[in-house]
């Protein structure tokens, strides 16, 4: 390859690469760009409300709900039971353990990145809900939800959660 | 001169096939370095640690007077004393039998009318000698690095663990003597050793067969008792996980799910008073912080807030009404309670000696 071709090659990856960036850098049309300084109104699609003075992130909900569908996707759910070794039928089975570091890694992602919380409290309620997620991680999503509401200061109705009283019985027992 | 010679050699090899103890507990030669080394890390840690937040509830399961770590080791210690590794086999060469031992008159438990999958439903070797031994009447033991060790009760406290207890699908952290990775080890742990306890019928805290609806339906990996195996190794590790100061967001999340697993195991399961008002204060603060809103809230915003505020308060209201009822249902709470005192013929360290072997080996 010769200097001409290099010098090329290397142009257009520049533009490639900084097209790449400009793009990403544009916010979805779909979403808001600006700073909410208004209360949203509650409604069935949208659930959450952040309370005053804790929105000074603007959401980057598209790719937070990218993350979220593949997370939810990733949860262990009752089928991984049903292969299991001796030592995970006596004890706990990894699918558990992996439900329960996925959740760990969306929270904690969510705590560096406050514009994700939204969404991550969607997440946890829906997990919560999900009837084909296996129980014991329900019960930490269940008990996750909760806890959150209060420590990031979202608005999220959780009285018409369609969580069973015995998966709520079992987040009680959580530390 | 060449017997002195063949002499000399074994006693140069015998070190290499010797057992080696920390704290009190014994590892036989064959427990890979790897594993003994990382149990040896678990006792230690769990003998630094002196609980800050106590559970009630561990503490009256276990009988422990205290959550301080000495008498956590000691609890252990009195119920594993000697650990062996997944490829000990219970063969000719290893099993030691004596017939005519007296075992207790009491009954078996009621599984061991059906000796197949007892294996799946105990994997605490010293228990397990020990019933069949009374079933059979023979007195079973094994040989233990030259120590011969018989199962004259349930507290002879041999334990075989696997590698399940090592592989790294089953870690916390890729650092196999990381906190988390000790925890969940030593909530194991706890779990086995109370296989080492009970009389007659609860001898070895036998597990129950989960029912269908179960998550783990048909396998025998549930309990129908308040203070089982499955009890004490989630109270272990929920005690544990709440004092558990290195653990990351991720290990603690991973940790919680494996309590919830132990939990939803134990059917019937009561929730306790402590639990009963962590769950008030939960939603109480729902509702408080609920109620921020109203002051900036127009009037049909308002009207939303106030009914998931006035739903939440149902929800408190019940959860008020179990509490209440908690003192008077006490004695008819289902599950029932088992007879943990053990029966058969061991001696238990006292809190004092059992310091004292575990500040030998920390020297």
């Known amino acids: ?175 | 001169m060449k017997f002195l010679a063949v002499l000399a050699l074994m006693t140069t090899l015998a070190p290499s096939f010797a057992s080696t103890q920390f704290g009190g507990m014994k590892f036989h030669s064959g427990v890979p370095e790897q594993q003994a080394s990382a149990l040896k890390n678990d006792l230690k840690y769990l003998y630094k640690t002196n609980n800050i937040k106590t559970d009630a509830e561990f503490l009256k399961i276990t009988e422990l007077k205290n959550n301080k770590g000495a008498y956590l080791h000691n609890w252990l210690l009195n119920r594993v004393r000697y650990v062996i590794g997944e490829n000990f086999e219970l063969n000719d060469a290893n099993i030691l039998t004596t017939y005519y031992y007296p075992f207790p008159k009491s009954p078996l438990p009621d599984v061991f009318g059906a000796m197949s999958g007892v294996k799946t439903v105990m994997s605490n070797t010293g228990g397990m000698l020990y019933l069949v031994g009374k079933k059979e009447k023979q007195l079973f033991g094994i040989r233990f690095d030259g120590e011969n060790v018989y199962a004259k009760s349930a507290r002879v406290g041999i334990l075989q663990v696997g590698e399940g207890l090592f592989l790294s699908d089953f870690q916390f952290n890729k650092d196999i003597n990381a906190p988390a990775n000790s925890v969940s080890r030593l909530a194991t742990l706890f779990h086995e050793a109370r296989h080492s306890d009970g009389n007659g019928k609860s001898t070895g805290f036998t597990h129950d067969v989960c029912p269908l609806t179960h998550p783990y339906g048909g396998y025998a990996a549930c309990e129908t008792s308040g203070n089982g195996s499955y009890t004490v190794g989630a109270l272990a590790m929920r005690d544990l996980l709440q004092n558990c100061v290195a653990c990351n967001a991720k290990e603690k999340s991973a940790l919680t799910a494996a309590v919830a697993d132990q939990f939803s195991r134990i059917l019937d399961a009561a929730t306790t008073r402590k639990e009963l008002l962590a769950g008030i204060e939960t939603y109480k603060n729902l509702a408080a912080e609920y109620a921020k809103y109203l002051k900036d809230a127009d009037a049909e915003l308002a009207k939303k807030i106030e009914a998931e505020i006035a739903k939440i308060n149902v929800v408190v209201a019940a959860l008020e009404k179990d509490l209440r009822a908690i003192p008077a249902t006490k004695e008819g709470q289902k599950p029932v309670m088992l007879d943990a005192d053990p029966e058969g013929t061991y001696k238990d360290l006292t809190v004092l000696e059992s310091m004292k072997l575990m500040e030998a080996s920390l020297k």
């Open chain 1, 1 to 175: 390859m010769n200097l001409k071709h290099r010098i090329i090659l290397f142009t257009v990856t520049a533009l490639t690469l900084g097209a790449v960036i400009y793009f990403r850098s544009q916010p979805p049309e779909s979403f808001p760009t600006e700073v909410k300084t208004e209360m949203k109104s509650i409604t069935d699609q949208d659930e959450t409300l952040k309370l005053p003075g804790t929105e000074s992130l603007p959401a980057k909900e598209t790719n937070t709900s990218t993350e979220l569908i593949i997370s939810m996707k990733e949860l262990p759910v009752k089928q991984d039971l049903e292969v299991l070794s001796d030592e995970e039928i006596h004890h706990t089975p990894k699918a558990v353990l992996q439900g329960g570091m996925i959740i760990g890694e969306l929270i904690e992602d969510a705590e560096t990145h406050p514009e994700k919380q939204e969404m991550t409290l969607k997440f946890l309620k829906s997990c919560a809900e999900n009837e084909d997620v296996l129980q014991a991680v329900r019960a930490v999503c269940w008990k996750k939800t909760l806890s959150k509401i209060s420590d990031w200061k979202i608005f999220m109705p959780i009285s018409d959660a369609e969580v069973p009283e015995e998966i709520k019985k079992l987040a009680l027992k959580l530390p």
